[in-house]
T-cell receptor, first 112, second 115 residues
Framework: QKEVEQNSGPLSVPEGAIASLNCTYSDRGSQSFFWYRQYSGKSPELIMF????GDKEDGRFTAQLNKASQYVSLLIRDSQPSDSATYLCAVKRAGTASKLTFGTGTRLQVTL | SQTIHQWPATLVQPVGSPLSLECTVE??????LYWYRQAAGRGLQLLFYSVGIGQISSEVPQNLSASRPQDRQFILSSKKLLLSDSGFYLCAWSDSPRGYRNEQFFGPGTRLTVL
C-alpha cells in the first residue's frame, strides 16, 4: 500500500462544475495535509493546507479532512479552464520532522 | 517576501559527465531545504533535506550528493551521471516546523536530460 494514494485521472469536469479530488493516506498518525497545483512543465504551487478534521475554505477551494477514514479531499467550485493541472496531495507524517510525503497526483481537465 | 531560485533551468548532459545544480533562497533565515526529483509522469521523490549548514540527510541511495555551504544555498551534485538521473529537479524550502505547519515552497526547477 502506498503511503499517499491518489487517482491519476484524468478527471474531466465541465466549466462551472465542482471538481472533487481525493487522497488517502496510510499513516494514522499523520498530522498535516497539503494540496499543491502543478501546471505542465512547472513546479508545484501550494494552494491549501489543513490539519483539523472538517472543512477549510479559501476562495473557490475547500479542503476536507477526515482523519478517522484517513482521507483528505479538495473541492474546486466553479471550475475554470485555468484550473486544468495536476493536483498533488502531500502529508506530514508523525515523527518525520519536516518531511512531506507526496502522492503521484490527479490530473484535472476542465472542459469548455 | 521569500524567493527561491534554481539554475540552470534546463540542462542536457552526456552519460558519465558531472552535475552541479544550485538553489538559493532569499528573504528568510535558517530555512529547511529539500531536493526532489520528479521523473516523467511520476510523483515527487525526496532526495535530500537539510535543516542547517553542513547538515544533509539522504533519503535514497544513489549516485547523487548534496551540500549546503551557506545558510541559504543548497547544491545537488553528481560525479558521473546515469541515464536514470534524467528528470525534473526541484528545490524547496520551509521554515523550521511550527506545530502542524510545514508548508514547503518550490523553486522553478531544473529539467535535466541525460543522453
Amino acid at each position: 500500500q502506498k503511503e499517499v494514494e491518489q487517482n491519476s485521472g484524468p478527471l474531466s469536469v465541465p466549466e462551472g462544475a465542482i471538481a472533487s479530488l481525493n487522497c488517502t493516506y496510510s499513516d494514522r498518525g499523520s498530522q498535516s495535509f497539503f494540496w499543491y497545483r502543478q501546471y505542465s512543465g512547472k513546479s508545484p504551487e501550494l494552494i491549501m493546507f489543513i490539519y483539523s478534521n472538517g472543512d477549510k475554505e479559501d476562495g473557490r477551494f475547500t479542503a476536507q479532512l477526515n482523519k478517522a477514514s484517513q482521507y483528505v479531499s479538495l473541492l474546486i467550485r466553479d471550475s475554470q479552464p485555468s484550473d486544468s493541472a495536476t493536483y498533488l496531495c502531500a502529508v506530514k507524517r508523525a515523527g518525520t520532522a519536516s518531511k512531506l510525503t507526496f502522492g503521484t497526483g490527479t490530473r484535472l481537465q476542465v472542459t469548455l | 517576501s521569500q524567493t527561491i531560485h534554481q539554475w540552470p533551468a534546463t540542462l542536457v548532459q552526456p552519460v558519465g559527465s558531472p552535475l552541479s545544480l544550485e538553489c538559493t533562497v532569499e528573504g528568510t533565515s535558517n530555512p529547511n531545504l529539500y531536493w526532489y526529483r520528479q521523473a516523467a509522469g511520476r510523483g515527487l521523490q525526496l532526495l535530500f533535506y537539510s535543516v542547517g549548514i553542513g547538515q544533509i540527510s539522504s533519503e535514497v541511495p544513489q549516485n547523487l550528493s548534496a551540500s549546503r555551504p551557506q545558510d541559504r544555498q543548497f547544491i545537488l551534485s553528481s560525479k558521473k551521471l546515469l541515464l536514470s538521473d534524467s528528470g525534473f529537479y526541484l528545490c524547496a524550502w520551509s521554515d523550521s516546523p511550527r506545530g502542524y505547519r510545514n508548508e514547503q515552497f518550490f523553486g522553478p526547477g531544473t529539467r535535466l536530460t541525460v543522453l
